[in-house]
């Protein structure tokens, strides 16, 4: 990664590089099908989808402003990153390759039984309890949370130099959030389209969530390892 920042275009501030380099990162993270499920089945029912949509998000945001505080707090405890090769985000994206592989690896073990949750709209239950699905969904997305640190570590050391935090931050947890943010906007604007084509979505995701899984799992694995040796 100290290479790629080497060989970045000389108008390239280090926050801007930074940006280029953690948006793989950052849209590995809104890779989410789990996320996205939760999301529809908390939108599923008419009457009051919309506001348990909301709800499910909230908690989404929750867990990755917990995460965000976490990050924030390792960031500005290591040194602050280089211009040349940098020692600590190598190891980091290393480390954080070998994770995304061994989940990867754990998850092609275990592929699914042919037992799906509910999508449709179910009897009704507290609005709340969409709040604190949302938490519980988020808070085991491995997937997202292997990628959100280093991706948060990287924009905290440079910020340190260049003072350029909150713009590759705000993309970070927007990217992250995406998948819990977009349907709702989509059922807000759209309207009974909006729901219809979240259902055609809905109705494509489910029997592929194993599969993206994989590719995110692998994906990010081999995006990470390779980029943390060519950095060495």
Not at 46 to 71: H, Q
Not at 168 to 183: I, K, Q, W
Request: proline share 8%; net charge positive; glycine share 12%.
């Amino acid at each position: 990664m100290g290479r790629d920042l080497q060989r970045s275009p000389a108008f390239l501030t280090l926050s801007e590089a930074v940006l280029l380099e953690i948006l793989p990162l950052g849209l590995g993270a809104a890779v989410s099908p789990l996320v996205v499920a939760g999301e529809i089945y908390c939108i599923s029912e008419p009457t009051a989808g919309l506001r348990r949509g909301w709800l499910f998000a909230a908690g989404n945001a929750l867990v990755v402003g917990i995460w965000l505080a976490i990050g924030l707090a390792m960031g500005h405890a290591l040194p602050t990153r280089p211009d040349g090769a940098d020692a600590i985000s190598i190891v980091l994206r290393l480390a954080m390759g070998l994770v995304m592989l061994v989940l990867g690896i754990q998850l092609l073990l275990h592929p699914p039984r042919g037992t799906t949750a509910p999508t449709g709209p179910g009897p009704k239950r507290p609005d709340l309890r969409a709040f604190a699905l949302g938490v519980g969904v988020m808070a085991q997305n491995m997937s997202s949370l292997v990628l959100f640190f280093p991706a948060v570590a990287d924009i905290t050391r440079a910020g340190k130099a260049s003072g350029g935090e909150a713009i590759p931050l705000t993309v970070l947890v927007l990217l992250t959030l995406s998948p819990c943010l977009v349907p709702p906007l989509l059922v807000s604007l759209g309207g009974q389209g909006g729901r219809v084509l979240l259902d055609r979505f809905n109705r494509w995701l489910k029997p592929k969530q194993w599969s993206l899984g994989l590719m995110v799992f692998f994906g990010m694995a081999a995006y990470l390892l390779i980029s943390g040796i060519q950095a060495l």
